[in-house]
């Protein structure tokens, strides 16, 4: 019997046993790639603790994704991080608060702020210093590039994920410690970041920035003009009983609210929203008063949109009939299921931006609602995209709202 003919070498490794078939147009060729059990290799070089934790759930890694994780020797790559902020209202003079979480690996510290800490911003009474610290483990990629730049880039998703969660965990321990001691101080509890607020080393004694760690925020505002319209109008009304409506000094302090504390800004406009068109339905409709005042009303936005009679009201555009703009009760709808959310204690992060979106709403209606109670003037204080809603007003005043 002849010997079987050798094997033939393909590109790419493949090989091709007797009798394949090596056309482009066919099956692929065999290719030799290893299939086997690969239990023995990650046991041999993920000698650590972490190994136990990986063997079980072998099912749902490769070799690769678990090389990814660790050295060339077998260690993890781990890398430490330290966020540091000063902060207002700590009242506990020389103490400093400590806690350790092993299972997330943070660290967290609060203590009074001493010169020693920074130059800048200077120091205020009061001021405390926290400090957070983390473990984490950074794929084989980005522990290479660190340490052979040395540097190392809040623009790496994974970095902005650690700083995140620092971050959150920073706040929620502050509140928690304000609310066991009865202490005293603003919804928001940072003052300021330091000049390196954010960075990283491999042993946690060789420290280095983060790069591209800014944190600073940006407020537009144009100053409101007083024209002779508004001469006029204070001239008339504030001889009488006028006062600005309840809802307008509510949203107010929502605004003050928005960035350091968006969950409590956003509680305080939907509150303002549903206060100041209660107070409008009551004032332009009297007969309606008792209910609004005596008995659970339906939903605000069911009442904007469906229920309240606008018809009724002798205010027109043109002839027309006006109706709440359709960007306002949209964001009033989602904003009403966000509050709940929050008073329920089901809201995760809410950011300024949410906030600020609200408040706009808000506004919006707040300025409608009193335009439909005659005051022309406040239709011209719709922001642009509430404007939309009104076609048939042909000119606008130009109008620019703060932003975040």
């Known amino acids: ?42 046991w041999a070089e993920c000698k650590s603790q972490d190994a136990v934790a990986i063997k079980p759930a072998l099912a749902d890694y490769n070799l690769t994704e678990v090389r990814l994780m660790t050295t060339p020797g077998g260690q993890p790559n781990k890398m430490y991080f330290e966020l540091r902020y000063i902060t207002t209202d700590f009242d506990f003079k020389d103490k400093q608060i400590s806690v350790s979480g092993p299972e997330k690996k943070m660290t967290f510290l ?59 965990h920073m706040l929620r321990t502050i509140r928690v410690i304000r609310w066991r001691a009865s202490s005293e101080g603003k919804p928001y509890p940072i003052r300021s970041t330091l ?81 100041g068109f209660k107070q409008f339905a009551s004032k332009v409709l009297p007969d309606s008063a008792w209910i609004l005042e005596s008995v659970q009303s339906p939903p605000l936005v069911k009442m904007l949109k469906d229920l309240f009679p606008w018809s009724r009201l002798n205010v027109r555009i043109n002839g027309q009939n006006v109706t709440p703009p359709d960007s306002v009760t949209t964001t009033l709808e989602k904003a009403v299921h966000l509050r709940n959310d929050i008073v329920h204690g089901r809201a995760g992060n809410v950011n300024g931006k949410t906030a600020t979106s609200v408040w706009v709403a808000v506004r919006d209606l707040l300025y409608f609602l009193d335009f439909a109670q005659g005051h022309q003037w406040a239709l011209y204080h719709l922001s642009g995209e509430a404007r939309k809603h009104f076609p048939q007003v042909t000119s606008w005043p130009l109008r620019v709202y703060p932003l975040v």
Request: aromatic residues 8%.
């Open 195 to 275: 000049d390196v607020g954010f960075r990283w080393s491999f042993d946690r004694s060789d420290w280095k920035p983060v790069e591209n760690y800014i944190s600073f925020r940006i407020s537009v505002h144009v100053r409101p003009k007083w024209s002779d319209e508004c001469d006029k109008f204070l001239v008339t009304e504030t001889p009488g009983e006028l006062d600005e409506p309840v809802g307008h000094e509510l949203l107010r302090e929502a605004w003050a609210n928005r960035a350091e504390n968006p969950r409590s800004s956003i509680v305080l406009a939907v509150a303002a929203a549903e206060v």
């Open 110 to 168: 609060l203590r009074k702020r001493v010169p020693e800490d920074a130059p800048l911003p200077a120091i205020e009474a009061f001021d405390g210093l926290v400090t957070v610290t983390c473990e984490r483990e950074m794929t084989d990629r980005l522990h290479q590039e660190a340490a052979s730049s040395g540097r190392l880039s809040i623009k790496k998703e994974a970095v902005r994920r650690v700083h995140d969660e620092m971050f959150s």
């Open 1 to 42: 019997m002849l010997p079987p003919p050798p094997l033939r070498l393909l590109p790419g490794g493949a090989i091709q046993f007797p009798g394949g078939f090596i056309s482009r147009c066919g099956p692929v060729p065999f290719t030799a790639h290893c299939y086997r059990d690969i239990t023995p290799i990650i």
